[in-house]
């Protein structure tokens, strides 16, 4: 998870949270194509194939597990 950028952690942190696409692009300000894009290079450095495998880690990498 260290790789990701400061944008990529935040909407991480959303889809954690258990946000749609669309619910990200609204809470950010940005195009829900944008936040695709930004899961398919997050998926990339993490090697997750999903999004829910992301939020997993992101929640276990924050409790320190």
């Known amino acids: 998870m260290s790789k990701l950028t400061p944008r990529q952690r935040e909407i991480t942190e959303l889809i954690a949270q258990g946000k749609t696409e669309r619910e990200v692009a609204l809470s950010l300000g940005i195009s829900r194509h944008t936040v695709k894009a930004h899961k398919r290079r997050m998926f ?6 999903s999004s829910l495998e992301l939020a997993v880690k992101f929640v276990l990498e924050i409790r320190g597990l």
């Open 44 to 49: 990339e450095k993490t090697g997750c194939v």
